[in-house]
Each structure stands twice: as C-alpha cells, then as structure tokens.
C-alpha cells in the first residue's frame, strides 16, 4: 500500500514540474522579458573604475602628480614613469604655537622617498645612502641586504587611470594620522611631553602639486603635559609643512670635502673603498638651484 502511494506521488509530482516548465516556455515565446540575476556586489576594498573614484565632484590640481580633493579626502594620481624614482622630502614648522623653543619656518626632518607599486597596494618607502658600494663589486649585494628601505605607509590602489599608466591611492591618511617622519621631531616631542595626536582636532589645511613638488600643509594637534603655552588646554597645536621634490635622475657630480673650506657636509660609509675596509667618505652639501 506505501509502495503504490509513493508511486502515485513522485507521478503527481513529475507531472507538475513538466506542467509549470511549460508555463515558462509559452510565457517566454509570447515575448515577456525575464529580469537578468543581479550582479554581484564588488567586494570591499575592490579597485573600481576611475569613474567611481574620481567623481564629477573632485577637484584636479595638475602637476607632479594629479592631486584630487573629493570633500575631506585626498587623492594622488602617480603616473607609472614616477614609480620607482627618488624624491626629497622636506618637513618643517610652519607655524608654531609658541617661539620659546622652535619657531616657524624651522626644518623638522628630511628624508628621500620611493614610490612603489606593490600587487593591489603602492608602498611608500625611506631611503637611505648612508651605506654604499660599487654595483659591479661582489660586496655590493650584501650592503644592500644590510640596507633595507623601511615602509613609511602602505595604501590599496583604488583605481587605475582610463589608459592604464597612472594609479590612483588615498593619501588622507598619510597626512591627517600620526606619522612620526611627517610630523614634529622627536626632541621637541620629549620638550613638550607629547603623548599621542588627538585625531579629531587635527586636518589637512591644502595640498598643491607643481610641475616638479607637491606642497602640504597640515595641522597637528597634539595631547601634551608640557605645552609651551596655553597649558590649560593641555595640547600643543602647529602647522607642518611637508615638501616633496622630484629628485633628478642622473644625481650631481659628488664634491670630497677639503678641510680647508669650511661648508655643510654629509658623510658615507663605503665598502667598496680601495683602501678595503669600510671607509667613512665625507662630501660638500651641493644644492641645484
């Protein structure tokens, strides 16, 4: 008796699924229009189309690199010929809360940058010459093991350029976060006790790009137990400026330092000396102006 019942039922059963798959067909050739499957969603931190990112509302500066300012954020547009080479860059103290121990105007730090396109991210990385050898000695490979550039920052690649040969990043947070190479040195966080940046009183004021820099001006706002002024607020608020200048390809020809001639110098150690130990090498300061 469950037998024929069974049976009876996977028959009731086919004949509806035979029935309803029909209905569809004699809908579809009476010409209704089926809804295509939505498209999946983009997953989060996807690189979008440049249309996306860089909206109707963006404001371009030209220059250096194309510097898009969409409400509070910032946008670099790196063309691929710029990955890769060197730049200076050069932080300084706008403007200070108090001249008692730094004044405006006064350098903060200097550093050379690297671009670099890494995957779906482009990191940004310091430099440094301190240690050097001849590319073609043996010794070489081994200085530059013992040389490693450090990340500075990392950032995920929100769009590519519609000819494919620039990339876009967000570099808000480059700016308006606690970067120590960007912000005050240091010494002057130890003379004013700073603990950490208090985020929310702190802002990018502008970013400009020209033909060979790209200029920042930023406000940081520090939590401080021994500001220079105004220690009831217990903070010390200053503007930095940050200047980033393309470096050249072909450097200057170097200059060994004379004794004799007092100027600005800067040492290297060199491992590929003749002399065949690491030898310190001391240059003048040359500037192309």
């Known amino acids: 008796m469950t037998h024929k019942f069974l049976t009876g039922?996977?028959?009731?059963?086919?004949?509806?699924?035979v029935a309803t798959q029909a209905e569809a067909q004699r809908k579809k050739k009476k010409g209704e229009v089926v809804a295509p499957p939505p498209k999946p969603k983009p997953k989060?931190?996807?690189?979008?189309?440049y249309s996306k990112v860089i909206t109707k509302d963006a404001k371009t500066d030209v220059g250096l690199f194309k510097v898009h300012t969409i409400d509070d954020k910032y946008l670099f547009e790196i063309p691929d010929s710029l990955f890769e080479r060197e730049m200076l860059s050069v932080s300084r103290i706008a403007k200070n809360t108090s001249n008692n121990r730094n004044f405006g105007g006064?350098?903060?730090?200097?550093?050379?940058?690297?671009w670099q396109k890494k995957g779906k991210q482009v990191v940004l990385r310091m430099v440094?010459?301190?240690?050097?050898?001849?590319?073609?000695?043996?010794?070489?490979?081994?200085?530059?093991?013992?040389?490693?550039?450090?990340?500075?920052?990392?950032?995920?690649?929100?769009?590519?350029s519609a000819d494919k040969t620039a990339t876009v990043i967000d570099v808000t947070e480059l700016y308006n976060t606690d970067v120590k190479a960007l912000g005050l040195p240091a010494r002057v966080?130890?003379?004013?006790?700073?603990?950490?940046?208090d985020t929310k009183k702190s802002f990018i004021e502008s970013v400009n790009s020209y033909p060979l820099n790209i200029e920042v001006r930023h406000v940081k706002t520090y939590a401080a137990s021994a500001?220079?002024?105004?220690?009831?607020?217990?903070?010390?608020?200053?503007?930095?400026?940050n200047s980033m200048v393309l470096l050249p390809k072909e450097p200057m020809k170097r200059r060994i330092f004379d004794?004799?001639?007092?100027?600005?110098t800067s040492n290297q150690i060199d491992y590929g000396s003749e002399a065949q130990k690491s030898e310190k090498v001391t240059y003048l300061n040359r500037w192309r102006l």
């Not at 039922?9 to 699924?17: E, R």
């Not at 500001?227 to 607020?233: A, F, H």
């Not at 004794?259 to 600005?264: D, K, L, Q």
Request: no cysteine; hydrophobic share 40%; proline share 7%.
């Open 227 to 241: 500001p220079p002024s105004n220690s009831s607020t217990g903070t010390v608020s200053v503007e930095m400026s």
């Open 9 to 17: 039922l996977l028959s009731f059963l086919l004949i509806v699924g």
């Open 44 to 49: 989060k931190g996807a690189i979008q189309p």
């Open 106 to 114: 006064e350098k903060a730090n200097e550093l050379v940058l690297r």
């Open 189 to 197: 966080r130890k003379g004013y006790k700073i603990t950490r940046l």
């Open 128 to 160: 440094s010459h301190k240690v050097v050898a001849d590319k073609e000695l043996p010794v070489y490979e081994a200085v530059t093991n013992s040389n490693f550039e450090p990340v500075l920052f990392t950032f995920p690649i929100k769009a590519y």
């Open 259 to 264: 004794e004799r001639v007092g100027w600005f």
